[in-house]
């Protein structure tokens, strides 16, 4: 089933200045509350990544998680958290991201994604590219592949891709 753009952006919200001066909040919620847009969302990215042998599906703290996490189950794969610093329990690798001033830190268990496995990257929003280029080094430090990151959202203006050369990315709605 394609998804209907027009409809699905009608289920997001903008909310100005959120959660600071000057940024657009893209708010999933509305989307992920509507059986059908839930639905289509989860299916689009299912379906362009099956037969692709994915075995992990790699959602990034903390809306990532609730789309990674179907999508995962529906290609037959398992989920794996990557989390801002310190809320995993075990041993971890690190990596920084970019914040608007300064860096964070991502973390993924080591355990999480084997040698050779290939992996398939989920977040809600591609905005500058930094979170998800944070999380693909993590992933291949430890040997596993990336075969491609999904977004519900691209904010094409702030040209997220430049960060991901080479990726293959498929991103459902995109603002420009
Ligand atoms: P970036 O590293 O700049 O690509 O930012 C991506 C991360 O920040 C994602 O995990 C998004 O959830 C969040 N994010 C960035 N910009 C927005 C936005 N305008 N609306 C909602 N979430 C955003």
Redesign the pocket.
Known sequence: MEPDVPRLKDLIRDIPDFPKAG?????ITPLLADPEGFSLVVENIASKFEGQGIRKVVG?EA??FIIAAPVAHRLGAGFVPVRKVGKLPWEVEAEA??LEYGTGLLELHRDAVAFDERVLVV??????????AATIRLIERLGAKVAGLSFV?E?GF?N?RRQLPGRDILSLLHYE
Do not use: M, N, P, S
């Open positions: 940024v657009v909040f893209k708010d990034i809306r990532g991201y970019e977040d809600d929003v591609l905005a500058t590219g930094g979170t998800a959202i904010l702030l997220g």
